[in-house]
């Protein structure tokens, strides 16, 4: 497609299951970033990849995050233990190299 | 490190009526700095972005920013809004130095709503 692509859309999970969210960036975008957003507040920055390195994961809230992205193009973010904390709506967004970043429509989360 | 403050959480203002969004920035360092609006459930989407030059950055929509170093302020401005500007918007900043490595630090958002 011609942007960035999430799924799912919406995703609710018990507390304490395993959750993965998919990124589908625009095709030949080296650059990917995963940010959070909870209710009410603006996206903070969780992990950025150049291709399939992962340059940057100074973000991530805890051990319980963790983020691929194997072959330089699809990214899965994974949060395990879910907590009810981790409810928010989880951006991803990419870009050329130095230029502005085009974002997904999110995933919202939700921890029961 | 970068911080962001959006003045204001929620602006309400009459259709074909000016509006200014404001934004100041603080860093240690050179920034690059831009506005995104988030239309309800979806993702955000550049409005404009003031990289070097000009400090007077028009965007899409209408929308203008004026760049102020001394006041460390990016101000978002429109001179007559519609009722399809209503949304949420963000002011954000990254790290000249960090190349292709644009984390954005975001503000906390302005609320816009546009009343007939």
């Known amino acids: 497609g011609a942007g960035v692509s999430q799924s799912p859309r919406y995703k609710v999970a018990k507390r304490g299951q395993d959750v993965a969210l998919r990124c589908d960036p625009i095709s030949g975008h080296v650059s990917l970033f995963w940010y959070q957003q909870a209710l009410g507040q603006g996206p903070e920055f969780l992990t950025y990849f150049q291709n399939e390195a992962q340059l940057d994961k100074s973000g991530l809230p805890s051990d319980r995050f963790f983020a691929e992205r194997p072959e330089g193009s699809v990214s899965t973010l994974k949060i395990q233990r879910t907590q009810q904390e981790d409810s928010a709506v989880y951006l991803c967004?990419?870009?050329?190299?130095?230029?502005?970043?085009?974002f997904g429509d999110g995933t919202r989360l939700s921890i029961l | 490190a970068q911080s962001v403050t959006q003045l204001d959480s929620q602006v309400p203002v009459f259709e074909e009526a000016p509006v200014e969004l404001r934004c100041n920035y603080s860093?240690?360092?050179?920034?690059?700095l831009f506005w995104y609006v988030q239309y309800p459930n979806q993702g955000l989407q550049l409005l404009l972005k003031y990289l070097s030059g000009s400090t007077l950055v028009k965007g899409i929509n209408g929308f203008e920013a004026e760049f102020n170093k001394s006041q460390t302020s990016f101000h978002l401005r429109k001179p007559s809004v519609h009722i399809s500007d209503t949304a949420e918007y963000f002011c954000a900043v990254s790290d000249r130095r960090s190349g292709g490595a644009q984390k954005l630090v975001f503000g906390q958002g302005t609320r816009l709503t546009i009343n007939p």
């Open positions: 967004a990419s870009s050329l190299s130095g230029q502005p970043q085009h």
């Open positions: 860093s240690s360092v050179s920034v690059y």
